[in-house]
């Protein structure tokens, strides 16, 4: 299981993703969790989508920006197009979504829990509350905009949900998991995202016992009390004061966060070679260009399969099989499918297309019990792993970039707005 502990900053981007996308990002997206069930289990499914860091290589692999808060919302709208198609099938579906449609949550998780037999008004009140958690006793400056709740039918959930800082202009991506969940009001969160605020005051501390069970005997105060008591607390010094400065931290001292689960996202649009692990992007350039086609033609049984489309299957192949070390650079991601603005290069609808209908054919020919281009899915990561850890294939950075652009057009290259010719 995921240790998903966290923090990035996301800046916020305004912006449509175009329909040509979208559509893609719904087929890809739908794959890659049908391929986590069909390997792992539905379970894993909502233990992946709680870390920061795989959610946002998610995104990049998809051909969303790498790195902006847009990320969130595009991927669960396109998972919430996929999933709940096919819900009773996976045995998951995703409730909520941004603005209103995270108003119509409860009434989304009543109507599922009358299909399935589970407690619809327990799954109301854990919605409610991790709403609330991040919303009033988190309080960093972000105003909770997105809510989605997936939920399973063993009544297992993960939340995703999206505040926004409009004063700095970035968003903080927060994640919940039913998983291991010890208590909604103690270290609850599974991870977060977002932008270090610096200094906030964080109530679901563990340290913070005593100053909530404080506040809930001040709340029981007559007024006219309360407010002499406030009055009284601005006359002292800081350390005199009902919230000790114990429970004041940073996003970092908070919640014990892990250091690997940890990733600032830049503000620059662009991919710089110092966003991506240059060795790990090396690994799959080389598994890509450097192996015999053949070798991977005859398990995929695809004639023809280039090495571009390779490259993108490997990168597809590791969100799929990858461990959590594997995702501290989801801008590595973004050259499975280039970015909708063009950065690192245009997506590039060829390899797009072509990657998902060989995803689609080896879950299909798994279940009817060909094993084969499924096990070979896999291999392409395996392969890549081996490649990285008994050489040296330093990807060049800049030559990687500029055969991507060259070889866009005649890949259907496409940016938002715009065709590559």
């Known amino acids: 299981m995921f240790k998903s502990t966290g923090h990035a900053d996301l800046p916020l981007h305004t912006g449509t993703v175009p329909k ?17 069930i069909e390997n792992f289990g539905k379970k894993e499914v909502l233990v992946r989508l709680s870390d920061p860091l795989w959610f946002q290589s998610l995104g990049a692999v998809m051909g969303m920006d790498w790195h902006s808060s847009g990320i969130t919302t595009s991927v669960m709208y396109a998972l919430k197009r996929g999933i709940n198609a096919r819900a009773r099938e996976f045995g998951l579906c995703v409730c909520g979504g941004r603005g209103k449609y995270s108003r119509r949550t409860p009434d989304e998780l009543r109507f599922l829990a009358d299909a399935t037999g589970l407690d619809g008004d327990k799954l109301v009140n854990s919605s409610k509350l991790v709403a ?24 297992d959930w993960t939340v995703v949900q999206q505040g926004m800082n409009t004063e700095t ?17 103690e270290e609850p969160h599974s991870g977060v995202t977002g932008e270090n605020e610096g200094l906030i005051l964080n109530l679901t501390a563990k340290d913070a016992e005593a100053t909530r069970s404080r506040i809930l ?17 601005i006359k002292h010094d800081d350390n005199k004061l009902i919230i000790p400065k114990k429970i004041i931290t940073t996003q970092d001292e908070n919640r014990e966060l892990a250091e690997q689960r940890s990733i600032v996202m830049p503000f620059h649009h662009e991919v ?40 993108s299957l490997t990168l597809v192949s590791e969100v799929i099989y990858g461990t959590p070390s594997r995702f501290t650079d989801p801008a590595r991601f973004s050259f499975a499918h280039g970015g909708k603005d063009g950065h690192p290069f245009p997506v590039p609808l060829k390899v797009y297309d072509e990657s998902i209908r060989v995803l689609h054919e080896s879950i299909e020919k798994s279940r009817m019990g060909y094993k084969d281009k499924s096990e070979c899915i896999k291999r392409l990561h395996t392969t890549a792993l081996e490649i990285e850890k008994y050489c040296d294939p330093v990807a060049d950075f800049e030559k990687t970039v500029d055969r991507e652009w060259n070889m866009s057009p005649g890949l259907d290259g496409r940016m938002e707005g715009k065709i590559i010719r």
Do not use: C
């Open 272 to 311: 710089r070679a110092e966003d991506v692990n240059l060795k790990r992007l090396g690994g799959v350039l080389a598994t890509a260009y450097a192996s015999d086609p053949k070798d991977f033609e005859s398990l995929l049984l695809t004639p023809g399969l280039g090495p571009r489309t390779i490259q």
């Open 169 to 185: 202009k970035t968003a903080r991506r927060y994640h919940w998991s039913s998983e291991n969940l010890r208590s909604f009001i």
């Open 217 to 233: 005997d001040f709340s029981k105060l007559n007024p006219d009390k309360a407010i002499k008591e406030i009055k009284d607390v």
């Open 132 to 155: 609330k958690v991040d919303s009033t006793a988190v309080q960093d400056g972000f105003q909770l905009y997105m809510h989605n709740f997936i939920l399973s039918n063993e009544g």
């Open 20 to 36: 040509w996308l979208a559509d893609r990002m719904m087929q890809m997206g739908t794959l890659i969790v049908e391929s986590l």
